[in-house]
Structure formats: structure tokens, C-alpha cells
């Protein structure tokens, strides 16, 4: 408890490495609480070890994970994902965790992700691993199915695409579709002969068969070994959020059975040829999207209007995808997966104009991050598309006197040497040694934060008060404190969101190591009318925070016991209160 206290006060004092140093004697003696893992992974976070960083936010999943407190274990996943979107292994680690919790459509999301990576890698063995877990959510994604076919193919595993089609030929039985599973079947005679001799019924490979489905058996199958509990109803209830897989279609140029052979199939059968269905699932993440959007929280619209996007692109809905696209990105115009996606529709669809917007802004996203050279790339091929583009060719001579030292006047660009691949959908962890060269360029690194500022500044009005605050969030992440502020300042003006602003603004001024202006505005915020006290109790506790920076420990201490008094359980209140009143007993004593 000493060596833990003594890091804190370090830490409150700005010394970073002492207090590192100290947590690091706590860790070699055995603890293993997350909550200080975290703490160390955001110091080292802040002096730049990203590597050692994540690390350490792994060990706080793993400990989250093994007390089954899953949607912490899946917060700290995306604190890592910011600082290391290349990291294959988390994305599988939110699919388990995602699914754990039962929301199967994430988990869905973050497997494929994990097995587009995988293929980019040639790691075609993992990239079957995941899929396995991803069609026992969604056992009658046909597309996935065939592509996993595939994909053992080009790993030279034919039987086990053989087991995914007997597997399928059993589905197909199970629901009257005779002919489909015989017709599968004798693929499988061709792809894996020696399967039908060991698997002649493919036992075992039976999934639950949604509630009334034609031909379905009267008693429902049982579920395939492995399914996880709960899996089998969201099955049945047709819950299986299927989400495209752009790394895999690209891999896959010809699918093994076209929709005329599925046609020649259903003829054989003397079945006419399936026709496309409105798809329910689509229409109810739109509606979804539609209601958070009109009660105001765009997060969540964004998130769904982001799922149904994904599922019209999965199921070759291109017009439509572009559409939800559009709407997801009107709601959140840096979100990168859209973007990305938007990009990669426009270019099917040959409309220039449209995907030299995109890039541009995809360019300033990668900016904003300081990815420079995926920022860099992005504005080149804007102006491959787009060479009018005089903001785009800005940033290129900014940038590249930033990175490779100032071109020489007038300069052209060279457009030739763009390489053929797209830029990975994520990137990695920087390099902890990469330090920003010194001189003139840190003038043009700052001027083009300020274009971007003034850019995104343009495109939102004073009277937006979500994209204000929204935009604040995001110069927060990005250490520009006082831009922050000045961005929550404009939110919480005649908006509901007040209370919340002026919180974000006090904690940005704990970040600046101004914990008296801090307490200023937590002080306001809970003048404010209209809320109880479980509605301020981060306010009150980061109210505390900043009383006791100020060394005003009886004000904080006062603070710390209204929290606890409201919520035992929350940021480790009791142990504030143990730890202030041992503080205020030894003032005591020495006075």
C-alpha cells in the first residue's frame, strides 16, 4: 500500500518515470490489480512507450477478463486499438469477449476483422480458426461459407473445406432442401473424397434450425458442439449480424458457386430461382439508427447505421451501403471505417469525384492522428483523381518536408510512384525511437493542424453544439487541451449537454495540471439544476481529485464520501477515503 501511495503522489507531482518505477516494484511483488495496469500503460502511453504500453493494457484484459468483468476487459481493448490499430490479436480477443457478453453482431465485426488481417499475412490457418468461430454465429451465411471453402483451398486443406460443405449439406437436410445437400455433397466426392467414406452423414455437423423453417424437423437439433450458451436462441432468433469482409472478397475473385449455378440448382429441384428478399435484419439497424439519431445520441446511431452499411455491402447492396454511408458519415464525418469503406464503394462504382472526397478526408483523419505517410498516401491519390485539388497538394508539400526534408520550389509531385496496394486498413504501434525532426518542419506540422482545425471548423455551425462537443473529444484525444476546451465551451452553450462539458473542460484543465481551474468548473456543474446525485457522481469524484491536488484534503475528503456513500464500487472510492483519512490523522498527530 506504501509503494502504491507513493506512486500516486509521483504522479501527481508530473514525475512519470518515478512513478512508473514504483508501480513496476507493486507488479514484481505480485499485484495484479488492472486498475494500476492501466494507470502504468497510460504513463507509459504518455512518455511515448507505446510497445511497453500495450503490454500493459493486456495485462489488465487478461485480469479483467479472468474476474468475467467482460465490458471492462473490451474498454481497455479499445484504449489499445488507438495506439495500435495493426494489433491482429486484440481484434480476436474482442470477438471472444464481445461474444461472451452475448453481443454476437460484434463479435462477428471484430472475427472478421481479425481474419482479414490474418489473409493479408498469408495466415491462412488463423484466418480458418476465426472463421469457424464466426460461422457458428451465423451457420447460414452462405457467401462466408463458400469463401471459407476457398480459403482452405489456397491453404491446401481440402478437407477441411470438405467439413465446412458436409456441414453445410447437413443443413441444407435438415431444412427439405434434399437436392441443395446432395448437390453439395457431390462437391465434396470431387474437393475431399475421403470424407465421405469416414463423415457419410457429416454427424455432429448439425446447427439449430431457426423456428419454423421449411421442412425443419419437429424437435429442434442439437446445437453444434462448442456453441457457446445463448448462441443457439440468437441463432434461432435470427440475430447473426453478418458484416462484410473486403480482405477475403479481394482474395476471392471467383466464387465456387455462382448465384446461376445456385438457379440451376433450384430448377433441378423444380424450385424457381431464389429471388433476393428485403432484408429484415438491415431495416432493423437502420431503424435503430433513425431512433438514437432523434434521441440524440449519435454515437449509437453511428454504430448501427455503421452495422447496416456493412451488412447491404456483405450482400452485394452497393447503391444501398453508399447511402447508409452517406447518413453514418453526415452523424460522424472522421469515422475511419467508413470512410474507408466509402472509398472502396466509390472506386467499384468508377465515380472519381466522390472517392477523391473521400481520400481527402480519409487524409485528414490519418492527420489528425499524426499517421503521416497513410495521411500523405491518401492525398496523393486525391490528386490522382482530383488534380485541381489545391488543399490536398498543401498538405503533400507540407508533409513532405516534414518527413523526407523541404522539396524544392514548385516542385511537381509524382504521382507515379504511388504504390499498387491500397494502405493497410489500420496501422502500427510507432516506433518508440521515431522522434520529430527538429527545424522548419515542426512550422508546417503546426500550420497543418491548423488547416485541419480550420477545416472542421468550417464545416460545423456554432448552433451543432454534438459536433462541438464531439470535436472537443477528439482534440482531447490528441493532447490539444486548450482546443478542447475552447470546443466544449461552444457546446455547452444553451445545450443540454452543459453538465457534461463543463466536466470534460475540468478535466482537461487536470490534464494541463490546473487543478484549481478544474475545480472551478466541477463546482459550476454541479450548481447546475436538474440533477441528482447518481448524475454527478463523476463530477463529484473528479471534484475530490482536484481539492486534493490543491492539498485541500478536507474538501476532497468531504467529496470522496459523497461518492462513496452513492456507489461503494465506483474508481475505488473506499480506498480514497481509507487512504485520506490516514493522511489527515498523521497532519493531525504531527500538529
Known sequence: ????????????????NGAIAEYEKLFEGGDKDPYDFIVVADLLAKRGSMQEAVRRYRQAVDEYAKSEL????????KKILRISKEDLAIHRTLGELYAKEGLYGDAQIHYLEFAEGSIRRQDHDAALDVLDEVLKLSADNFDLSEKYVEIALRADQPERGGRELLRRAERAKLTGRIDEAEAI???????????????????????????????????????????EPGVEEAVDRGLGFEPSSRAIERELATPVAP??????????????????EPEPELQSHEE?????????????????????????????????????????????PTHEAALRRFVDIAARAGDGPAEARARFELGEVYLAHEEWELSRLEYLRCLELDPENDRARGRVQRLDALLNGRPEAGAPIDLDSLPDERPASSVRVRDEEQVPPSGDPLIDLEEIIDEFKAGVSERISG???????????????????????????????????????????????????????AARELSRALELPGYGPEETISIR???????????????????FEEVYLLNVDFLKVASKVKELKQRLARAEDRA
Not at 467482460?70 to 481493448?77: D, P, R
Not at 465421405?196 to 442439437?222: D, H
Not at 446461376?260 to 433476393?276: D, F, I, K, M, W
Not at 473528479?542 to 490543491?550: F, H, P, S, T, Y
Open 1 to 16: 500500500m506504501a509503494i502504491k501511495r507513493k506512486a500516486q503522489q509521483l504522479v501527481q507531482k508530473g514525475d512519470v
Open 70 to 77: 467482460y465490458k471492462n476487459a473490451i474498454a481497455v481493448c
Open 185 to 227: 455433397r457431390e462437391r465434396v466426392s470431387t474437393l475431399a473424397p475421403s470424407l465421405l467414406t469416414s463423415f457419410p452423414g457429416a454427424p455432429g455437423a448439425a446447427v439449430p434450425v431457426p423456428t419454423g423453417a421449411p421442412g425443419a424437423p419437429a424437435q429442434p437439433a442439437r446445437p453444434e458442439a462448442g456453441l
Open 259 to 276: 448465384p446461376s449455378q445456385r438457379e440451376e440448382v433450384a430448377a433441378a429441384s423444380g424450385g424457381p430461382p431464389s429471388v433476393r
Open 288 to 332: 435503430l439508427a433513425r431512433g438514437y439519431l432523434q434521441s440524440g445520441n449519435k454515437d449509437l446511431a453511428a454504430e448501427e447505421y455503421w452495422k447496416a452499411s456493412e451488412l447491404a455491402f456483405f450482400r452485394g447492396d452497393m447503391a444501398r451501403a453508399r447511402e447508409l454511408l452517406s447518413a453514418l458519415l453526415g452523424i460522424e
Open 463 to 517: 448552433e451543432d453544439h454534438e459536433s462541438h462537443y464531439d470535436l472537443g473529444m477528439a482534440y482531447m484525444e490528441m493532447g490539444l487541451y486548450d482546443e478542447a476546451i475552447g470546443e466544449f465551451q461552444v457546446a455547452s452553450k444553451g445545450s443540454p449537454m452543459e453538465v457534461k462539458c463543463l466536466e470534460m473542460i475540468a478535466l482537461c484543465f487536470l490534464e494541463k495540471n490546473e487543478p484549481a481551474s
Open 541 to 559: 469524484y473528479n471534484l475530490a481529485v482536484a481539492n486534493e491536488r490543491l492539498g485541500n484534503l478536507d474538501r476532497a475528503l468531504q467529496h
